[in-house]
């Protein structure tokens, strides 16, 4: 079990700077994903919260003994996870600092997880609310926003007219088809999609015929 004390700081929010994925070497060491752009703070930090730690699931405060990067990982040695047992419990948790502890952004950027309940709208239409921020390959993060659709819209600094976080409003400019090329189809949309593949399979066949 682990030995660390339930949460005690004020419920003023927290940020996800990593993601447990492995346990790592034999005295309870663990492998996390970084997903913060800056994990030179890991130096400073000496308390780090787990979210998701043990059955209970809740988050857990604990103090960090040491930690060193790996294969763009960051390793966490934790007081008191001293076993390969104890250090499975955290396996899957997101390492979390509060939100007052984060590091201060300059100019006009911003933290990808404000973007969250923002209200999206294209050239004044809205669109829908941003759910979650997604990595994949491309350069810019894709924002999950839900309107009559589900879209996935790349967070590009060349799209972005206007932010304005207190108002939870985002306006964009998106390049025309951004939003039917990316939104899944609807129940209603598939035959008739199902339909028109058939259709131009139909039509390439007969070419090949000629």
């Known amino acids: 079990m682990l030995r660390s004390a339930v949460n005690n700081v004020p419920d ?5 700077i990593a993601k447990v994925t492995k346990t790592q070497g034999r005295i309870g060491e663990v492998a996390a994903a970084l997903l913060t752009d800056f994990p030179e703070r890991f130096a400073q930090r000496k308390r780090l919260f787990a979210l998701g730690a043990g059955k209970d699931n809740t988050r857990r405060e604990l103090q960090v003994e040491n930690h060193w990067f790996h294969k763009g990982q960051v390793v966490l040695k934790f ?9 499975e419990e955290l396996l899957g948790c997101e390492i979390q600092v509060p939100l007052s502890e984060r590091t201060a952004l300059k100019g006009d950027a911003v933290y990808l997880s404000e973007l969250r309940g923002c209200t999206l709208y294209d050239g004044g239409r809205e669109i829908g609310k941003v759910e979650d921020v997604q990595f994949g390959s491309g350069e810019a993060p894709l924002l999950i926003v839900k309107g009559e659709k589900e879209f996935l819209v790349p967070f590009a600094a060349a799209f972005v007219e206007n932010l304005r976080i207190q108002e939870r409003r985002l306006e964009m400019k998106l390049p ?8 899944p189809l609807s129940r209603e949309e598939k035959p008739a999609r199902r339909e028109e593949n058939e259709a131009q399979r139909h039509r390439d066949e007969d070419r090949d015929r000629r």
């Open 176 to 183: 025309a088809g951004l939003l039917e090329v990316d939104s």
């Open 79 to 87: 007081v008191g996870v001293d076993s390969i047992s104890q250090a």
């Open 12 to 16: 003023e929010g927290f940020i996800t």
